[in-house]
């Protein structure tokens, strides 16, 4: 008994420095690219407009910027957001559940929750669901679970109760380093609606509720290891997503250079 404790100590030990150790290759990753990025970026170039807010008709004022893009890399949501902090306005808990459902039912997120099935059904992480077929669409079903139910508890419901506000503010300035730090840092800072900056109950509370609710259908991975397995999994994750937003306009730029090319 002792030994199978252990061992699936280890297992949840292994999937948790897996899934961090994959977020943290992408933030790397997205660092060194971005250097170059930074390097060819034209300083001239303003923010494109926060996404879901009225825009003018930029051409009448002779400025080009196309919007702001409602996904990175053409799959990962990106509807929350905002090039600038500045000037600030807070949103609405209407606006606040609208973002939420845009992320959790947006065709990125069905993308991804396939990719996670397909991770979880590789590695056995649930040997209950079974293989083929039927075993993929259970992990799919669950990992659906896990994304819709995450949006909602880190960038609606509690948001709103806690008066805090769910979007991702981008730095876009300074040096890749402290750029990074910036959009790591996110995960535990945010700001309330107030504009002041707080510690970021949503994202870490939010996710703590959305893994205890993912006990209900995860039978073979119900003790404290597990859970706190997918919590560090889904914290490094949105920490992936905060770098990626932070970056994303300078390596679109790259890429739509070369595509071009």
Not at 160 to 178: A, C, E, I, T
Request: glycine letters at 10%; hydrophobic letters at 35%; charged letters at 20%.
């Amino acid at each position: 008994m002792k030994k199978l404790r252990a061992t699936g100590v280890r297992g949840s030990m292994l999937r948790s420095c897996s899934g961090i150790a994959t977020a943290a290759a992408l933030i790397v990753g997205i660092a060194a690219i971005t250097g170059t990025c930074r390097a060819q970026a034209n300083p001239k170039e303003t923010p494109p407009p926060q996404p879901g807010t009225l825009k003018t008709d930029d051409t009448k004022n002779g400025n080009s910027n196309p919007p702001e893009s409602k996904r990175i890399f053409w799959i990962i949501p990106n509807y929350r957001t905002s090039p600038s902090l500045h000037p600030y306005v807070p949103l609405t808990a209407k606006e606040k559940f609208t973002i939420a459902t845009k992320d959790a039912f947006d065709r990125g997120t069905f993308i991804l929750a396939a990719l996670f099935a397909g991770q979880g059904q590789l590695t056995n992480s649930n040997p209950s669901f079974g293989q083929g077929a039927a075993g993929y669409a259970r992990y799919f079903g669950t990992s659906c679970a896990d994304w819709v139910i995450g949006d909602y508890m880190t960038e609606a419901i509690y948001p709103v109760m806690l008066h805090q506000d769910p979007r991702y503010f981008r730095n876009g300035k300074g040096g890749r380093w402290s750029r990074l730090g910036y959009a790591m840092s996110q995960v535990v800072i945010t700001h309330g609606d107030s504009g002041k900056t707080q510690f970021n109950f949503s994202e870490i509370v939010g996710n703590s509720t959305a893994v205890a609710i993912s006990e209900a259908y995860y039978p073979d991975n119900r003790d404290w290891q597990d859970a706190v397995s997918r919590l560090g999994s889904q914290v490094g994750v949105d920490m992936a997503a905060n770098v990626l937003k932070e970056f994303w306009p300078d390596l679109e730029r790259k890429f739509g250079r070369k595509k071009h090319e």
